[in-house]
């Protein structure tokens, strides 16, 4: 395989929940071995980036947290772009310190440009909810962090960020701009800062359809791993074809 | 107008919130003079049928509770029809009383076969909508009250049932059966209970989509009444067009 660099997932190709996958240290100290350059992109919106990248030097991985790439890093660069910064956050987590550090988050001071939605957990009340409808009825407009369906958690299947964005769409009649994977600009960002053009690039990840259908999309070559959320039955449905499959991150050395 | 009965809206054309109407009275007492069939029908998704039957009577409207026409009565109905009864709620106040007549509304025991969603208000957790969104993804079908946008309070707009049916919807890729106004099947069990056909019958209502819109395309004639959440930039916007336009019910008599 003629590549340059990587982009890596992390939920799912480096860990599953709080336990790093087997092999994936080995995998990842291959790719740093032979000298190719990576990042990490993950559509996790409810850790800020200090604390993914503190996660992940738990597990063992030496990671700097300028090498990870979440929608929110996304959403503060097109806020920045557009030389906006007050918005409303409908968010969990620790995520609003990457927020903080551009952005007035703090309503009820006069106009706001965004109501950024992440996966939000129990802060989605309808209290929550009516006070962004609110908001993005008075002008502002929606960022959506991603807009999955839903996840697997050990207590069953979790609405995830999209279903509230919809309902918020619906509500007010306008569409939501969408930061995260498969979006093409959220691995630009990523790509730009490795400094390779998406041809030189393969992206690893175990979504068949926001990890691969996104990277293809965006001009990538990508493979998908067997560990996280694979299924067989998903692969095979699919008209997204990977370049390749492997059991997990650990193989990536056999395959180049 | 040669007519034999109407139907009416409660909220808007009847009383506002906890004040009735000026006229509204008088106007319902001309109907039942001059020996117009007629019954109500409403969006309202909060209320048991017994307890709009009350506050009708407190404001001085001798309204027995099986001339109302509810969401939820539509609901029971399709179940009765389907002979199904298990049925998961979201919704608030003591709607679940109409429910209770037919339905096992004990979620827990076995499988379901519908996801009935009102207006829920605070009830809308995010808890309370995973549960939901398992049980549909287990094969239960979403029944929607209604499928509103937004209605207007003293505290400003709120959400109403629409937004959390479309993310159920997205969540699941189901679509919900929309039971209130305007759905065609709701003024039929009205119309049926009235004995009357669409065409000897006249919608009374304030909103020009759900009820001029909605009864016209169900066979009636409507009068739009000036009061409630009445909008004189609405109705020239709309291409809808009531048979008639007037202050309030009150001036029914003066019509006729």
């Not at 990587?6 to 799912?12: A, C, E, P």
């Not at 597990?59 to 918005?87: N, Q, W, Y």
């Not at 950024?116 to 962090?145: Q, S």
């Not at 996280?228 to 395959?255: C, N």
Request: with cysteine.
């Amino acid at each position: 395989m003629d590549v340059k660099g990587f982009l890596i997932d992390l939920d799912g190709v480096l860990y599953v929940g709080d336990t790093a996958l087997e092999g994936a240290l080995q995998g990842i100290d291959f790719l740093k071995e032979r000298g190719y350059r990576f990042r990490f992109v993950s559509n996790t919106t409810r850790k800020c980036r200090r604390t993914l990248a503190k996660k992940l030097r738990l597990f063992g991985f030496a990671v700097d947290e300028t090498s990870i790439f979440t929608p929110p890093l996304a959403a503060i660069a097109r806020m920045k772009a557009e030389g906006k910064h007050r918005c409303m956050l409908l968010t969990t987590g620790d995520v609003y310190k990457d927020f903080e550090q551009w952005c007035n988050t703090r309503v009820g001071s006069g106009p706001v440009d965004y109501v950024v939605v992440g996966d939000a957990g129990d802060t989605m009340t309808y209290r929550n909810l009516n006070r962004a409808f609110r908001v993005i009825n008075d002008g502002a407009e929606i960022i959506a962090l991603e807009k999955d369906r839903f996840w697997m958690t050990p207590e069953g299947l979790m609405l995830s960020a999209g279903p509230f964005v919809a309902a918020l769409e619906y509500a007010t009649g306008k569409s939501a701009t969408v930061m995260g994977k498969p979006s093409r600009d959220f691995f630009s960002m990523a790509l730009s800062d490795m400094g390779l053009p998406a041809c030189d690039v393969v992206m690893i990840g175990d979504d068949i359809v926001t990890d691969v259908g996104g990277a293809k999309n965006a001009g990538m070559r990508a493979i998908l791993v067997r560990t996280g959320k694979f299924s067989q039955v998903s692969l095979e449905r699919s008209t997204v074809k990977p370049d390749a499959v492997i059991d997990s991150i650990a193989g990536i050395g056999d395959l180049l």
